[in-house]
């Protein structure tokens, strides 16, 4: 099960203005998680965020918003996005079968999110460092029964390295340059 950036899809869960500064951990899972989607966008992975009852709890983050050229958005009143019809039947057609998933709150709604995928045959990763609630053992709870029901746990820069696949390409050497070398050695040379 190695990602690949043609077959996936990054799905960012509800992480609005109004509910992040409760989250434990929200501020460094939204970094992570604008991180992942410049890379998506460098990368022409489609990028989807969910906002839950954005009248009550706002709308998306505006770091995450700020770095995004093309996205989809879904208003939802279900925890799970899967089950808005229109929201299946949308992303059924993109034909992507590898969905990477993060958000808030994790053991709420990224959760059913999740076992939502799952059960409608995708494969689900699940981004551990940009999947938080309010308190951090259901965060934690969240990704073991995620994983237990079939997802992989992975991490932002695993799922970046698997879309980039090798080292020797100009794709990789213009994504060390605008987003990988302040997050790695910048000691080391791949070209």
């Not at 279900?78 to 992507?96: I, P, V, Y």
């Not at 995620?146 to 390409?169: K, N």
């Amino acid at each position: 099960m190695q990602l690949q950036r043609d077959k996936s899809l990054l799905l960012l869960v509800d992480f609005q203005e109004r509910l992040l500064p409760v989250i434990d951990g929200g501020e460094d899972a939204v970094r992570e998680a604008t991180w992942l989607a410049e890379m998506a966008g460098l990368m022409d992975v489609p990028v989807w965020l969910t906002e839950q009852s954005p009248e009550k709890l706002g709308g998306t983050a505006v770091p995450l918003l700020d770095c995004l050229n093309d996205y989809q958005l879904w208003h939802k009143q279900h925890f799970s996005a899967m089950a808005n019809t229109q929201f299946r039947e949308a992303l059924s057609s993109t034909g992507k079968t590898q969905i990477v998933l993060g958000g808030t709150e994790a053991h709420i709604c990224v959760l059913q999110t999740g076992l939502g995928l799952l059960a409608a045959g995708y494969e689900l990763y699940w981004l551990t460092d940009a999947a938080a609630s309010r308190r951090p053992q259901e965060a934690i709870l969240a990704r073991e029964r995620a994983c237990h029901s079939g997802g992989v746990a992975v991490s932002a820069d695993m799922v970046a390295y698997e879309w980039l696949h090798r080292c020797d390409t100009a794709l990789f050497k213009e994504a060390h340059q605008r987003f990988l070398k302040p997050r790695s050695l910048s000691t080391v040379r791949f070209f």
